[in-house]
């Protein structure tokens, strides 16, 4: 089962509202994220929530999944789950989720990166495990440090513009557009990742939602 949720994203105001920061942007936009209590360690903020705690919430804020009988607390299930911005900036995220990794003895399989696709565009979500990185510098970070691809990923696409610098885009800010349309998606992916979060075999789950679309 998942035990850590990590957030990519680059730390500073500067960065709040850019493509390369969507996985904070929905961070923020969960229903339970104003009952997470940041402190600064491992080189970013990390938070956590005793798992009796999050089915609570997850019941609260999706009654669609009490309707399918998915609100339960798994044989398995971990006594919290932790959740991570690294401070490192993105290229690095890697340290900061290695050392919750070592610190709290979680694994790899345990792990889900939250983070920005250039191969998708605006409107999908995409739930994936292990597989190629696709030139994203925070996957590259955190399979170095872990030494293996195999962690969960839940993938936001922001699209990949022809004739465009690619590092000037994704340090942009969504048009007013793709704003609207992120909340969109940032609203369905919650329900996903609650039940990521409740799932003993998160595997299960990528027929539905290997690939989603919005629109």
């Not at 022809?162 to 919650?190: C, P, W």
Request: net charge positive; proline share 4%; aromatic share 14%.
């Amino acid at each position: 089962m998942i035990q850590l949720v990590a957030f990519l994203g680059n730390y500073g105001r500067e960065y709040e509202k850019t493509r390369h920061n969507t996985a904070w942007q929905f961070a923020e936009k969960l229903p339970f994220y104003s009952k997470l209590n940041f402190s600064s360690k491992f080189q970013g903020q990390i938070a956590n929530l005793d798992y009796e705690q999050f089915v609570n919430f997850a019941q609260s804020a999706y009654p669609d999944l009490s309707k399918s009988g998915e609100i339960k607390i798994p044989a398995k299930a971990p006594k919290k789950i932790y959740f991570l911005k690294p401070e490192t900036y993105m290229n690095l995220s890697g340290q900061s989720i290695g050392e919750v990794c070592q610190f709290y003895k979680i694994k790899p399989e345990e792990v889900l990166v939250v983070h920005d696709e250039l191969e998708m565009k605006p409107g999908f979500f995409s739930l994936k495990w292990s597989g190629g990185l696709a030139g994203h510098n925070g996957l590259r970070s955190t399979k170095a440090v872990l030494n293996t691809a195999d962690f969960w990923r839940l993938r936001f696409g922001i699209g990949k513009p022809a004739n465009v610098d690619i590092a000037d885009y994704v340090l942009s800010n969504f048009s007013k557009d793709d704003a609207i349309l992120m909340d969109i998606v940032y609203e369905k992916a919650g329900f996903l990742l609650a039940k990521i979060l409740l799932s003993s075999d998160p595997n299960r789950l990528l027929s539905e939602w290997g690939k989603v679309n919005v629109n």
